[in-house]
């Protein structure tokens, strides 16, 4: 497809346990971006890749919490442990570039449910 | 440094009537703005954006937001609300020669009543 492609859309999963969360980007955009929206709230920035550059890792919340992006393409967001606090909506998005003016097209989510 | 703030938290409206959503900015480099639209269980989708061209931005929908400076207010207007337009709006804020990751505001409630 053309747009920004997330998986699982839904995800429960027993505390404790380890999520894989999937982020296809829009083929040819360099920069990636995970947010996590929880219900009722804004979004929270987590993670930052631009090209071959070394991730902004700033707004991860806990060591829990990792990300790679293989090829410059497909990413991985990796939650290890999950507690019940982690339950949120996770955006996936991605433009053109890193450069500020560029729209970025976000993925529907994927929703964990930690039980 | 960056932000936004989205002034109000919810907007109740009749249909047919005009829509104002308020937001503020705050930036240390000349910013770009956008303002994006999560309809229920959706994902964000680009109403429009500013990125110092015209100062009136026209987006989709129907909507435009004009870019004030002097007031640092990005706000977002409507002339007719429908009942299609009931979703959560975000204003962001980027900055130019800054930080490239945007800065979303907590996000403004649209109600729209029949």
């Known amino acids: 497809g053309a747009g920004v492609s997330q998986s699982p859309s839904n995800k429960v999963t027993e505390k404790g346990k380890d999520v894989e969360l999937r982020c296809d980007p829009i083929?040819?955009?360099?920069?990636l971006y995970w947010y996590r929206q929880s219900l009722g709230q804004g979004l929270e920035f987590l993670i930052y890749?631009?090209?071959?550059?070394?991730?902004?890792k700033s707004g991860l919340p806990s060591d829990r919490f990792s990300a790679e992006r293989t090829g410059g393409s497909v990413s991985t967001l990796t939650i290890q442990r999950t507690q019940q606090e982690d339950s949120a909506v996770y955006l996936c998005?991605?433009?053109?570039?890193?450069?500020?003016?560029?729209?970025?097209?976000f993925g529907e989510g994927s929703w964990l449910t930690v039980v | 440094a960056q932000s936004v703030t989205q002034l109000d938290s919810h907007v109740s409206v009749s249909e047919g009537t005009p829509v104002l959503l308020r937001c503020n900015y705050s930036s240390s480099y000349s910013p770009s703005l956008f303002w994006y639209v999560q309809h229920p269980n959706k994902g964000l989708q680009l109403l429009l954006k500013y990125t110092s061209a015209a100062t009136l931005v026209k987006g989709i929908n129907g909507f435009e937001a004009e870019f004030k400076k002097s007031e640092t207010s990005f706000h977002l207007t409507k002339p007719s609300a429908h009942m299609s337009d009931a979703a959560e709006y975000f204003c962001?804020?980027?900055?130019?020669?800054?930080?490239?990751?945007?800065?979303f505001g907590r996000g403004t409630s649209l109600i729209v009543h029949p």
């Open positions: 083929s040819g955009h360099t920069a």
């Open positions: 962001v804020v980027s900055e130019v020669g800054g930080s490239y990751i945007p800065t």
């Open positions: 998005a991605s433009s053109l570039s890193g450069s500020s003016g560029n729209t970025i097209y």
């Open positions: 890749f631009q090209g071959n550059s070394a991730p902004d």
